[in-house]
């Protein structure tokens, strides 16, 4: 079957760093990417991995790990508009749809 | 910067009524999508479109749901016969080619009543 894991929720503090999880399980891997979303507003791309290893992008860096089955979406010197729910989703082979992840709520703190 | 959009942003239908929802996708993008999210729930997938024809579905785009792409520029989600389960927020997308990022129009909150 089709699973993605991520923690409900996080908190972390202004300016400080954050590492949010997904462990996925599908049928056939063709790419895993992490959105941001707003409360009540549209996911937002966020960053795209398809090969194992590092994409850095700013602020914000992805890694996978295809083998485990794994990936993590770092958040470097947070700001308070970070605040938002990040979700991990994956395509499978010859699919055109993602299955997504529930989401991880990040709350920052000053 | 290019933007998906979806028109009306909220609606209010009652049980039984046939809703449409509209979406412009991005005019250079070939592959669209529509999507849902229920209140507090994930993103899930309805239906993906290209060469105007579905060429995905999920088990939640049953007979009461169908796309169509009437124009050059519009992208349309029809629910026939609307059940209070629907009530959601509803987003359309697009990419630029199989497998690339998606594009999100800011969504339309449907609430069947």
């Known amino acids: 079957g089709q699973n993605i894991d991520q923690p409900t929720e996080m908190t972390a503090t202004e300016g400080a760093i954050v590492q949010i999880n997904c462990t996925y399980q599908?049928?056939?891997?063709?790419?895993l990417f992490w959105y941001q979303q707003h409360a009540g507003e549209a996911p937002t791309f966020l960053s795209y991995?398809?090969l194992d290893g590092l994409e850095e992008k700013g602020r914000f860096s992805s890694f996978l790990s295809r083998s485990k089955g794994y990936s993590y979406l770092l958040l470097k010197e947070l700001q308070m508009k970070d605040s938002a729910s990040y979700l991990c989703?994956?395509?499978?082979?010859?699919?055109?749809?993602?299955?997504w992840g529930a989401g991880t709520k990040l709350i920052i703190k000053p | 910067e290019p933007e998906v959009t979806q028109t009306p942003s909220h609606q209010v239908t009652q049980m039984g009524q046939e809703v449409i929802l509209r979406c412009v996708p991005i005019?250079?993008?070939?592959?669209f999508y529509w999507y849902r999210q229920i209140l507090g729930q994930k993103v899930e997938f309805l239906v993906s479109?290209?060469?105007?024809?579905?060429?995905?579905k999920s088990e939640i785009f049953d007979d009461q749901f169908s796309v169509e792409r009437p124009d050059g520029s519009n992208f349309t989600l029809k629910i026939r016969s609307t059940k209070l389960e629907d009530s959601a927020m509803y987003f359309c997308?697009?990419?630029?080619?199989?497998?690339?990022?998606?594009?999100f129009g800011s969504g339309t909150r449907l609430t069947v009543v």
């Open positions: 997308a697009s990419s630029g080619g199989f497998g690339q990022s998606e594009t």
């Open positions: 005019s250079n993008h070939l592959y």
């Open positions: 479109f290209y060469n105007n024809e579905i060429s995905e």
């Open positions: 599908t049928s056939g891997f063709n790419g």
């Open positions: 991995n398809v």
């Open positions: 989703a994956v395509r499978e082979r010859g699919n055109y749809q993602l299955i």
